[in-house]
């Protein structure tokens, strides 16, 4: 007796597909005969026709003997139908989706039941007794959730066999079968033991149908009427797909971090369609979850199947954008997940790190705009870990800080030939100062060195520049924004940038012109890029900007590249002087200032002190860069500088106070007292 054809094979000549398709090459043969006639090939074909009637006398005998050759054919080449080579032209309705179809995951009812291939590649349960055992060891978040969630899945069952091919072989009818708890347990320990590709097949079925389950006009395979049975489904999903994966097509991870993607071999060519649909269908799921503990997951456990679809450009451009708009939009643990997704995939080739670098710039250019109390927490954090991505290793950093560095110098340049109201808006906005923060804050994060090293001098002139466009008081805190930023830049790398020439100004202005009262409460000028009308020449407006020129002053001069100079008494001879020359004649008491000074005077003292005992000249740059490697070690422990030990202080101070702020604005600790 003969061997039995696959479960696939069948289904597919029961649906009445393999006539259709050997109609369909009878009528291309008729027409190709047709056409050889009128050539006047008339023996030739005589001879063709034979031939051609034997070939199809064969099809007829393959369908009644599952013997023959076509018995003997592989589930993929049945199913492609490879014996149709010769007539692949004939363009039949049944035939393999395109690769734009398999990039879209929108797989109908008949895909669903195309991944039936995935089951011949199933291995036998015996082989994964030992690694079982192992699953501790290999994989122990892995095995700690299976402990705490789906404990009855570790009691192995080698005898244990898929019993719900009944509920496949409904996949067809108008009504979908309802999904329970016992047949997703049946696949969850199948894939647990023995790493079943049938029973994955199965539950990413099931997972496509809970993803469009809200959907008109989808044919679904599973019904699911339950949240529980839901979230277990997406659970399962999200979980057992990597560790699947993971074993039957490992991918590697290479020395310098990228990832190299699994062999096209014949399993993984099969695995493909069944990866990507679950990939896009994951992508359609994460924009329509709310719940943050499910999200964190989703992203987390999708990253792992990033080696697996690298191949598909649309995939990985809708994964990107989806991981942006959460990590814009989304809770703090969520964008943090969706941070942690996107630097993934910008270690995984140079391609996609610069996709990512470009898209995670312009998503941040747009939150620019809406700065206010509610956003800024998150612009910072957005800002932050964008910079991170900049700095990898590999990447093609240098040529976008280049463009966009370039553009900010564009802007400030047409303002500078204007100088109209409107032209001055297109420097002194949210999104011009944002941008010099951030790449301040990408030049930091690489010490001033390697390929991005160019790019600190043109940042520093540009944003000197936009300074210096406009000086009047009610621009101060757009000044102070981009002061902080070069202060920012000057403190974490070796680049020695003069801030005193712009700071002292602004001081001396303050304390030399008279305020006037005022009930307006304290300006926060980290929310404001030009103070509003009614704060100028406000005494609660002149406190404010003191106090914050003077943090800032001070921090300068506290710096490393600046406090560790050999001639830091030289430099604070002009700060002084200036400050004490405005205190003389200043309309108010300053107190800020006078201990500022005092502080200048202390650590002035000190490094005199300490170059007192050097024994080389000015010249000599060795001894001198040496010299100056001591005491910026010495500076930046803060234990013998006074300057730096009083700036700790202010930043402690100013801790404080903004989480007392923060904990008024959300309404937090309120004393409520009893009127008499």
């Not at 989706?97 to 995951?105: L, R, T």
Request: aromatic content about 8%.
């Amino acid at each position: 007796m003969g061997k039995k054809a696959p479960k696939s094979a069948r289904k597919f000549a029961s649906k009445g597909h393999l006539k259709k398709t050997i109609g369909d090459r009878k009528k291309h043969q008729q027409i190709k005969k047709k056409i050889q006639g009128r050539r006047g090939a008339h023996t030739k074909v005589s001879k063709k026709v034979v031939e051609e009637d034997h070939d199809i006398e064969e099809d007829d005998q393959e369908v009644d003997e599952p013997t023959s050759r076509k018995a003997r054919m592989t589930v993929d080449d049945f199913l492609g139908a490879k014996f149709m080579q010769d007539e692949s032209d004939a363009g039949s309705g049944e035939e393999a989706d395109s690769d734009e179809e398999m990039d879209d995951g929108e797989d109908s009812e008949d895909d669903n039941a195309s991944f039936g291939s995935v089951d011949d590649l199933d291995d036998d349960g015996e082989a994964h007794l030992l690694e079982l055992s192992k699953l501790a060891e290999k994989d122990p978040e892995f095995f700690k959730y299976l402990q705490e969630n789906d404990k009855e899945l570790l009691e192995f069952d080698p005898d244990a066999r898929d019993d719900d091919e009944d509920m496949e072989n409904r996949m067809g009818e108008t009504s979908a079968p309802l999904l329970t708890k016992e047949i997703l347990q049946r696949w969850q320990k199948a894939i647990l033991e023995t790493r079943s590709l049938r029973a994955l097949r199965k539950l990413l079925i099931a997972f496509r149908s809970a993803a469009h389950m809200n959907e008109e006009e989808q044919v679904l395979a599973w019904r699911i009427d339950s949240s529980e049975i839901y979230d277990k489904v997406l659970t399962t999903a999200f979980r057992y797909t990597p560790v699947v994966l993971s074993h039957h097509v490992p991918y590697k991870m290479l020395p310098s971090g990228k990832l190299k993607p699994p062999a096209q071999t014949p399993k993984f060519k099969t695995l493909q369609k069944l990866i990507l649909s679950y990939f896009n269908n994951a992508i359609f799921l994460l924009g329509q979850m709310t719940d943050a503990d499910m999200l964190k997951t989703a992203i987390s456990e999708l990253s792992k199947t990033l080696p697996y679809v690298m191949s598909s450009r649309k995939s990985i451009k809708a994964y990107t954008k989806r991981c942006l708009d959460l990590w814009s939009s989304a809770d703090d643990t969520v964008r943090m997940s969706a941070f942690l997704a996107l630097r993934k995939l910008a270690s995984s080739s140079e391609a996609d790190a610069d996709y990512v670098m470009k898209q995670s710039y312009m998503t941040l250019v747009k939150c620019f705009k809406a700065t206010n109390a509610h956003t800024l927490p998150a612009i910072t954090f957005m800002k932050n870990t964008a910079s991170e991505l900049y700095t990898l290793p590999g990447g093609g950093a240098y040529q976008h800080a280049f463009g966009y560095i370039r553009q900010l110098a564009i802007h400030l340049r047409n303002s500078m030939k204007v100088k109209t109201k409107e032209s001055f808006k297109m420097v002194y906005n949210w999104q011009f100062a944002h941008s010099v923060d951030f790449w301040c804050l990408v030049l930091a994060r690489g010490k001033g060195e390697g390929v991005l090293k160019p790019l600190v001098y043109p940042l520093i002139q540009v944003s000197l520049g936009a300074i210096r466009l406009i000086t009047n008081s009610r621009s101060y805190p757009f000044h102070l924004h981009v002061l902080r930023s070069l202060l920012h830049l000057t403190s974490h790398t070796p680049t020695y940038i003069s801030l005193a020439p712009i700071l002292v100004p602004i001081i001396t202005n303050i304390i030399t012109t008279k305020p006037k009262p005022s009930t307006l409460k304290p300006l926060d000028l980290e929310l404001h890029i030009r103070a509003p009308q009614q704060y100028l020449k406000t005494k609660v407006y002149h406190e404010t900007l003191i106090e914050e020129s003077t943090f800032l002053l001070a921090s300068w001069l506290a710096s490393p590249p600046v406090h560790s100079n050999l001639a830091f008494p030289e430099l604070c001879i002009p700060v002084t002087t200036s400050l004490r020359k405005a205190l003389k004649s200043s309309k108010a008491a300053s107190p800020s200032v006078k201990t500022l000074l005092e502080r200048i005077d202390e650590s002035s003292k000190w490094v005199e002190e300490k170059r007192r005992s050097v024994a080389f000249g000015p010249g000599n740059l060795v001894e001198v860069e040496k010299w100056t490697g001591e005491m910026k070690e010495k500076v930046e422990k803060g234990k013998e500088a006074l300057l730096v030990k009083y700036v700790k202080v202010l930043k402690r101070t100013r801790e404080k106070q903004r989480e007392m702020m923060e904990k008024a604005r959300k309404g937090e600790d309120e004393i409520v007292e009893d009127e008499d």
